[in-house]
């Protein structure tokens, strides 16, 4: 059995170094779009999916066929409405051949010091 790897950078350079159907878990948090511009650069939501998209072919390519994926985003209302950029990046990631499930729940337990 090897031995589990962590790996911590931007994903552009570092997916670039791993091999094909290598990868056991990819667990990602990207940057929301519009917003952090200072630390990201900040993605424009209409520009959002073709960002993510080149990201995703290669974190498919490098996910093993019994991998996880999990991507944690969450849409933005941008005048008044709900942006459709996370529905979109849905649809063309299952074009790409990702399988898609609605919901991940995340419980964060809130740590009481003593």
Known sequence: MNEPQIYLGDCREILKQIPTNSVDLIFTSPP?????????????????VEWLLPISKQLLRVLKPTGTFVLNIKEKVVQGERSIYVLELIIEMRKQGWLWTEEFIWHKKKLLSG
Do not use: E, L, V
């Not at 929301?32 to 959002?48: L, N, P, V």
């Open 32 to 48: 929301y779009a519009d917003q952090r511009k200072t630390t990201y650069g900040g993605i424009s939501h209409d520009r959002y």
